[in-house]
């Protein structure tokens, strides 16, 4: 293959991936082991990194493979907010996601145990069955968004239990919350695909329950996401207010019309900017956490 193709195939990849979100789910597996074990070891740096990159392709990267027929109706397709991968590169994208994954799934087995590695098949479980052929979660309402959220939250569990970390009332309201944050975005995520989704025949919790309510029951998982954190260990009930971000944000769409759905992109593209900016103070949270229960 010559350089320049080579090169176009790897950025390719790279865009497939969805590099503006590899932080979205290697953060949570790190911050959960690291505030377990308070260590850096093996499993750390490569759960980290197996999170951060091959996950991401394998989640985002078959999910453009086997969207592509209505990926090419969508306007919003072809950048940082998703892939439009052509046909040409759709068996590579495939053999990518496996070739990368399998070295870092074969080390995290290693190195966990039975329970570990039952949570690690969930998540992987989770991945391929919202896109791939014969499960398609994602053609599934109300499943669709709780798939994408375990997505999120599945790192982060995992972590956890290959950390060995004592499951609390307090811990369980956190991921709880985790999850209603995840099903909210995913929701939130789909109003502004209504009309291509309705085009291409994908059904989703957005083409069932029409944009207005949807955006209305994003609000709502938000809003229980933070009642949730309430009841989390200090200082995790600060976190409480940051759901306040993402619901200002989907608030002047909540009587958007289905032919005007699109228009929610403009609220989405805030959304991208606002999980920067709460991820650093959940960082700090967590920094506090770590120094008063050191």
């Known amino acids: 293959m010559p350089t320049d193709a080579r090169r176009s195939a790897v950025a390719d990849l790279v865009t497939a991936s969805r590099p503006l979100s590899w932080v979205n789910t290697a953060f949570p597996f790190a911050a959960a082991y690291l505030l377990t074990t308070r260590e850096i070891d093996a499993a750390l740096v490569i759960g980290t990194l197996f999170f951060l990159v091959p996950y991401n392709l394998a989640m985002y990267g078959v999910n453009d493979v086997f969207d592509y027929a209505s990926d090419a109706a969508n306007p919003r397709k072809g950048g940082v907010e998703g892939a439009l991968l052509v ?31 039952a949570v690690l098949a969930v998540s992987l479980f989770a991945v391929a069955a919202y896109s791939v052929p014969g499960l398609r979660f994602k053609e599934v309402p109300f499943l669709d968004s709780l798939t994408s959220s375990v997505h999120f939250v599945s790192p982060a569990v995992y972590g956890l239990v290959l950390a060995g970390a004592a499951f609390t009332p307090q811990l369980f309201a956190l991921l ?13 995520g789909a109003v502004q695909d209504v009309v291509p989704d309705r085009a291409g025949g994908i059904a989703s919790i957005a083409t069932v329950l029409g944009a207005r309510r949807t955006v209305w029951f994003a609000i709502g998982m938000w809003a229980l996401a933070g009642v949730l954190m309430l009841a989390t260990s200090w200082p995790g009930p600060l976190a409480a207010v940051l759901v306040v971000p ?49």
């Open 87 to 117: 046909p040409g590169r759709h068996r590579l994208t495939i053999i990518a996601a496996i070739a990368t994954c399998m070295p870092f799934v074969a080390a995290l087995v290693v190195l966990g145990g039975p329970a570990s590695w």
């Open 176 to 188: 709880l919350a985790f999850l209603a944050w995840g099903i909210a975005s995913h929701a939130f």
């Open 246 to 294: 993402y619901i200002v944000a989907a608030a002047p769409f909540t009587g958007v019309t289905d032919a005007e759905s699109g228009s929610a992109n403009a609220g989405w593209r805030r959304f991208l900017g606002i999980n920067y900016v709460v991820g650093f103070l959940v960082t700090m949270l967590l920094i506090w956490y770590a120094a008063i229960t050191a």
